[in-house]
């Protein structure tokens, strides 16, 4: 297993300076990164058939153990913040539960039946995104959860660092960043975990895209609820709208607090219409603009 193999190169690592150590380690991050440069392919695949499911109100669920499972936590947290995704639609099966997040329960992840328990208790479905995450990409909790939720109708992904690993074949979508060995052999919280941090920031964020969330590079439907983003969400309507400031933060305190609402509104259309406009074009503001010119 690649990801458990010991380099020769850092035998003597707990020899070396400071400086070096920290060289060998930074070397190993951009390694992590570029590995994911082949999987953009099958990241593109895989978001394309997310998107169907999940503007029908299906749920995103991230599935793994350990540093895994914390990777998908962190990933999936920032989506209703950031892009107003629903928390009904958002799920996490994390072996050894909630807790592991915070305190390592290391032999949870080899449970062949709570993974797929959880599956069955979430009742997981066919417009559901079902995501596992594996730097072995053997785990049997989250491949047999994988399994179960593609006997489902789910739509499985599977993430590894392992070429030819069980996750990867289970998977509808495999994606595989090939990082080799860990500086610190077997340590895969390390290249292992950064490129799968990568790889979901790439899948969430162009799945999002797809879904109407983002308009001209801005995160026209994230959630102001605090005075920076407050400030950030007014900073946008104005720029996107053309109008003074003034303009933007009157649009946003009648829309709500819903930024693309207030684009509409900020040009002159009614909250009504602006309602009507959106749903008509899945919240679109892009194809919503365009209706009415503005785009």
């Known amino acids: 297993m690649r990801t458990e193999d010991a380099s020769a190169r850092y035998v003597d690592l707990d020899a070396w300076g400071g400086l070096d150590i920290l ?72 072996a050894g539960g909630e807790g592991a997040l915070l305190r390592a329960v290391e032999d949870a992840e080899d449970s062949t039946t709570d993974g797929t328990g959880w599956i069955a208790r979430a009742a997981i479905g066919p417009r559901d995104v079902v995501i596992g995450l594996a730097a072995s990409g053997s785990t049997p909790f989250t491949v047999e959860a994988l399994k179960a939720a593609r006997t489902r109708g789910a739509v499985t992904v599977g993430v590894s660092n392992n070429p030819e690993a069980p996750i990867l ?22 290249k292992a975990g ?4 990568v790889i979901l920031n790439l899948f969430s964020t162009l799945v999002m895209i797809r879904l109407g ?48 609402r207030a684009v509409l509104i900020a040009g002159g259309m009614s909250a009504m219409r602006a309602d009507d406009l959106l749903n008509r074009h899945d919240g679109s503001l892009r194809r919503a603009l365009r209706e009415v010119g503005r785009s």
Request: glycine share 12%; net charge positive.
């Open 23 to 94: 060289q060998a380690l930074w070397e190993g991050q951009l390694a992590a990164v570029a590995a994911v440069g082949p999987a953009l392919r099958a990241i593109d695949a895989a978001a394309r058939a997310a998107e169907p499911g999940l503007r029908e109100g299906g749920r995103l669920v991230y599935v793994g153990a350990g540093t895994s499972a914390r990777i998908g936590v962190q990933d999936g947290a920032e989506l209703p913040p950031t892009f107003d995704w629903p928390e009904t639609q958002l799920g996490f099966a994390i």
């Open 169 to 190: 074949r289970e998977a509808a979508h495999g994606i595989l960043a090939a990082t080799g060995a860990e500086v610190l052999a077997g340590s895969t919280r390390m």
């Open 194 to 197: 950064t490129a799968q941090k």
């Open 213 to 260: 969330r983002v308009y001209r590079g801005r995160m026209v439907a994230m959630r102001a609820t605090n005075r920076k983003l407050r400030a950030r969400g007014v900073a946008m309507v104005s720029e996107l709208a053309g109008c003074p400031a003034e303009t933007a933060a009157d649009a946003l305190a009648r829309a709500e607090g819903d930024i693309k």
